[in-house]
């Protein structure tokens, strides 16, 4: 198996952008960058005058956006495209953000290009080496305009990437994260910006809760969906009465996708909602490292201690309207 040269994670936006910056100032021949939100402000002209001044001296640049996630009006001095331009299929979306920098080095997390997301708490992975390819495929693959929704994917395939262009993509990757949950040991700690979890999901985790398996969930105090919390609090009387510990985070809008199960730790761009798992472009990455590992442990750790969990009390306290919101949005699930 392929396994990655190098991995360095980032919590927040500012050091994650600084270095991709500084890659694109000494890229030789490719950038492939797409990005779900590509708002214009200060970080979207800095990115924006590098991407200008690679393409002066001869490297290949490709940016594209995603239709819905970009504003209408979005245009740019590089080469670009919109994904799904004019929403040929209504509900597909690309909610990934990736830069592949001459096949060599790759970005990828939760991170968009937009003024106002900078104080955010995501998470972020610079990789190189292992199968950085698989993301160029990928990204040439949907520029191409090729990608159709929930077809059979010929996508090279490594347990490193997890990307899910295709039905059997999705059903695959769907089933080996249920696998997971089912067989885990010891614990299973999920980071996630919108969780709006399948039934499958839900029973999976209780279970596990159940046989003594450490689970705590992160979800955000401050959401930049405001009506995603209400859904959100459907599930979480079952949940917690099986003993699964919820907290949400406070100081900033969470923003992060990651997962620990055991030894398994992936960061991406994937939420726990429908959207992620059945409909948009994601890619998720496996961390191999040790320092990686212990370093994306410590910091689930320290949200944590920025957190407040969600007892049966917090539940109760909550209104009668915001209870019969979020069992009335359940039924807009699958836009969310």
Known sequence: MSTWQSEKLFFHSTPFFESLVSDIRTAKRTILYECYIFESGNLADKIESELLRALNR?????????????????????????????LKW????????????????????GMNVDDSHQNWRDTGV??????????TFAFIWAWSKKWKPLEKSFLPVSPLVRLNIGRLDRRRLYLD??????????????TSAYFIPARSLVRALRVASKRGVDIRI????????????????????????????????????LHSKTAIID????????????????????????????????MLKEQFTQDITLSIEITPSVLDSKSWIEKFLGRLLLVFRAWT
Request: aromatic residues 12%.
């Open 218 to 253: 992160l979800v955000p105090g401050i959401s930049d969906v405001f009506f995603t919390k209400w859904i959100s609090y459907a599930f979480y009387k079952a949940l917690i009465d099986s003993g699964i510990k919820i907290y949400e985070y406070q100081p900033h809008v």
């Open 58 to 86: 001869g490297v290949s640049v490709k940016l594209m956006v995603d239709t819905i996630g970009s504003p209408s009006k979005f245009s740019s001095p590089v080469p670009f495209k919109r994904f799904n331009p004019w």
């Open 126 to 135: 610079r990789l190189t080496g292992g199968p950085i390819h698989n993301l």
């Open 90 to 109: 209504l509900n597909q979306r690309n909610h990934r953000k990736v830069c592949v920098i001459d096949d060599e080095i790759a970005y990828v997390g």
């Open 177 to 190: 994260l249920l696998r997971r949950i089912r067989s885990s040991q010891s614990n299973i700690w999920l």
């Open 263 to 294: 030894d398994w730790y992936i960061v991406g761009t994937s939420n726990l909602n429908h959207r992620s798992l059945s409909l948009d472009l994601e890619v998720d990455i496996v961390l191999e490292k040790t320092a990686s590992k212990t």
